[in-house]
């Protein structure tokens, strides 16, 4: 049962506070990602974690007992870093075998994890070989190479795939969840990138100036933001937010008038609002199809096969987004009426916080 | 139109002369002419008094001349240990200046005068300190009770060549501490922190990663420091022009005795010769031993 327990973990570099009372519960076997735009402290949390960073206050529990004083090394972690950390000067087989010689294994244990290791992740040819002599994706099987063989009980990635390039960090995606999945391990990974995110975890911890925005599952994160922050972060092409006041709080909606003059009735509770609140609409870019409703004048249409991106804005400049048909009649310069379904649609009071949706969509069978 | 490209070439091919005329006259006045100066010189019993072709006489002279090993033998030694204790000091003082400690800027900076104040000064200094009436090491040994007497460090064979070792390294120490400083900064800091995560300790750190990993550097470092120290020369002629008996002359102070104190300029030119022919298949001997240095530890 290897949990893993955050409990009000701060830090501090000098005055600058960049962790604020961070408060986790990871659970056994569970896939978590952190993500958050650059200096979150998502990454700080990370080396936290590991024992890389000390806490300024909090403690960290793994498996129940208190590491949070403890070294790197008898924390039962092990950690892959962004730029690989291989040791140039040794093999691909001397580098994924590192922490067992440490430990000062015998050569036939050594021999034998690093050949499971290097068979998990088909490194087997390349033992022989120098980091140099590899390509990225295979320096980074190497890096994971190298935290398995110590059979840890918390996996740690520091934004593992960002010296990728697109192609491959696809592929490697793929790659780490069926990895995951073989050695059913807890695992902590950090990233900037929502769709590593939204792919990859269990659930997911979106920082935000070094406070948990929000902790949930992707679906969760996508249909029930709690916050404006995380309504924009999550969620590709970003989300749209469209300013209004709020016309009507009394009913089982609300109405709201945009700027744009359309009026939506929304449904979502409506404590904590009442007439002429200004609150903003989010709408993601694939909850809207062509028809009446928002007028958006098109500038940019990227057209990507599959579906058509419009960029542009309302009549009354607020920038907007659209994701519409991949055949749509639509052209750039040309204005195209938008309606919004209703139920999609998310109402953020002005301090960021989120309307409760009565009722969100459901998967589709 | 052939003839017009062909010209076109020619022309190019003199720019490009042009461009390299001024480094080939600076080696050719610098480098290529007293170097054949030297060589013919060295067929020759040269003096004040004239030149007159001697062949191989000069060469000969030296191959058979007892004292003249003893002196190939002994620079050898000077240059091994010499250089040995300037890498091993630098490394350890790298290393300590390399590591988190409160003030490290100011010993950085305070490594540095050695190696920044004229050598000549520097030097002088060290006689002060070996002198056996007034100087420290003397009084200190005595008060010590170490020595019984005054002791001229600089008078006897031993003293005398050791002491100029220590002189030597003093000088020697900072620029290779600094090297290995810089090489040390420029190894990862995520290849520290993964050894740490794996369990590895200080000691095992630095002799799994930061040796290997700045072993390119200390080779070539060796290489420049052992070239340097060879041919040291205000070092020794400062501190004991190259006495007592010999005991502190090495082939470029034995070289510059016979040449310019002796006006032997043929005998000379045919130590410099040697010296010349010994630090190039020197220098060959670790160009090879580099290069397979930095192939293994993944160097391209």
């Given at each position: 049962m290897a949990t893993?327990?955050?409990?009000?973990?701060?830090?501090?570099?000098?005055?600058?506070?960049?962790?604020?009372?961070?408060?986790?519960?990871?659970?056994?076997?569970?896939f978590v990602v952190f993500v958050g735009p650059s200096g979150c402290g998502k990454s700080t949390l990370l080396r936290i974690i590991a024992g890389l960073e000390e806490t300024s206050a909090g403690r960290i529990v793994i498996e129940g007992r208190d590491v949070s004083r403890e070294d790197p090394?008898?924390?039962?972690?092990?950690?892959?870093?962004?730029?690989?950390?291989?040791?140039?000067?040794?093999?691909?087989?001397?580098?994924?075998?590192?922490?067992?010689?440490?430990?000062?294994?015998?050569?036939?244990?050594?021999?034998?994890?690093?050949?499971?290791?290097?068979?998990?992740l088909q490194l087997t040819d390349k033992l022989p070989l120098k980091p140099g002599q590899l390509s990225g994706g295979q320096r980074q099987r190497v890096a994971i190479g190298?935290?398995?063989?110590?059979?840890?009980?918390?996996?740690?990635?520091d934004e593992p795939l960002s010296n990728l390039d697109a192609a491959l960090r696809g592929d490697m995606r793929v790659e780490l969840s069926q990895l995951h999945r073989a050695l059913n391990a807890t695992m902590v990974y950090v990233t900037h990138d929502q769709v590593e995110a939204m792919t990859m975890a269990d659930r997911i911890v979106v920082l935000n100036g070094g406070r948990v925005e929000q902790f949930g599952s992707p679906m969760e994160l996508y249909h029930h933001p709690a916050t404006k922050f995380v309504a924009g972060f999550?969620?590709?092409?970003?989300?749209?937010?469209?300013?209004?006041?709020?016309?009507?709080?009394?009913?089982?909606?609300?109405?709201?008038?945009?700027?744009?003059?359309?009026?939506?009735?929304?449904?979502?509770?409506?404590?904590?609002?009442?007439?002429?609140?200004?609150v903003e609409i989010g709408i993601r870019p694939e909850d809207v199809r062509l028809g009446d409703g928002l007028?958006?004048?098109?500038?940019?249409?990227?057209?990507?096969?599959?579906?058509?991106?419009?960029?542009?804005?309302?009549?009354?400049?607020?920038?907007?987004?659209?994701?519409?048909?991949?055949?749509?009649?639509?052209?750039?310069?040309?204005?195209?009426?938008l309606t919004v379904d209703p139920a999609c649609a998310h109402v953020f009071k002005a301090d960021g916080t989120v309307l409760r949706r009565q009722a969100a969509p459901a998967l589709v069978a | 139109m052939a003839e017009r490209t062909g010209r076109r070439k020619l022309s190019e091919a003199w720019f490009a002369w042009m461009l390299v005329a001024p480094a080939i006259l600076f080696i050719a006045v610098i480098v290529a002419w007293p170097l054949a100066e030297t060589i013919r010189l060295s067929f020759m019993e040269a003096d004040l008094g004239g030149e007159e072709f001697v062949g191989t006489a000069n060469y000969t002279d030296l191959l058979d001349s007892r004292n003249f090993h003893e002196t190939v033998v002994r620079t050898f030694y000077w240059m091994f240990l010499s250089v040995g204790l300037k890498l091993i000091l630098g490394l350890i003082g790298a290393t300590l200046l390399n590591a988190a400690i409160p003030g490290r800027a100011l010993f950085r900076?305070?490594?540095?005068?050695?190696?920044?104040?004229?050598?000549?000064?520097g030097c002088i200094g060290w006689l002060?300190?070996?002198?056996?009436?007034?100087?420290?090491?003397?009084?200190?040994?005595?008060?010590?009770?170490?020595?019984?007497?005054?002791?001229?460090?600089?008078?006897?064979?031993?003293?005398?060549?050791?002491?100029?070792?220590v002189t030597d390294v003093w000088v020697g120490t900072p620029m290779v501490t600094l090297f290995l400083l810089a090489a040390m900064q420029?190894?990862?800091?995520?290849?520290?922190?993964?050894?740490?995560?794996?369990?590895?300790?200080?000691?095992?750190?630095?002799?799994?990663?930061?040796?290997?990993?700045?072993?390119?550097?200390?080779v070539s470092m060796a290489l420049l420091s052992a070239i340097w120290t060879f041919n040291s020369f205000e070092i020794i002629w400062i501190l004991t022009e190259g006495g007592p008996r010999g005991a502190t002359t090495t082939l470029i102070v034995d070289t510059y005795k016979t040449a310019i104190s002796n006006y032997k300029f043929g005998e000379g030119a045919a130590r410099a010769v040697i010296i010349v022919i010994l630090l190039a298949l020197f220098s060959l001997i670790y160009l090879f031993f580099l290069n397979k240095v930095n192939r293994k530890y993944g160097v391209k």
């Open positions: 893993l327990d955050l409990e009000n973990i701060s830090k501090s570099f000098g005055p600058a506070k960049v962790l604020h009372d961070i408060d986790l519960a990871i659970r056994d076997k569970e090394v008898d924390r039962g972690i092990s950690m892959v870093f962004q730029s690989y950390a291989l040791y140039p000067h040794l093999t691909v087989f001397e580098n994924i075998a590192f922490p067992l010689r440490v430990q000062k294994m015998t050569q036939d244990e050594v021999s034998q994890r690093v050949a499971r290791a290097a068979e998990i190298r935290s398995i063989v110590r059979e840890p009980k918390v996996f740690l990635f999550i969620g590709q092409p970003n989300m749209n937010f469209v300013p209004g006041t709020v016309a009507d709080a009394s009913g089982g909606g609300v109405a709201i008038d945009t700027v744009d003059g359309a009026r939506l009735v929304l449904p979502v509770d409506t404590a904590g609002v009442s007439t002429g609140d200004a007028d958006l004048n098109i500038r940019v249409l990227e057209r990507l096969g599959g579906v058509s991106i419009a960029h542009g804005a309302l009549s009354d400049g607020t920038r907007f987004c659209a994701s519409l048909d991949g055949n749509a009649r639509i052209e750039e310069g040309v204005p195209v009426g | 900076v305070l490594v540095m005068p050695p190696w920044v104040i004229p050598i000549a000064i002060w300190l070996y002198n056996g009436y007034f100087g420290l090491l003397s009084g200190l040994g005595q008060r010590l009770g170490i020595l019984d007497g005054p002791f001229e460090f600089l008078a006897y064979k031993q003293s005398a060549f050791y002491s100029a070792i420029g190894v990862s800091r995520d290849l520290y922190e993964a050894a740490w995560v794996d369990g590895a300790g200080r000691w095992y750190r630095f002799r799994r990663i930061t040796i290997p990993q700045i072993m390119p550097v200390i």
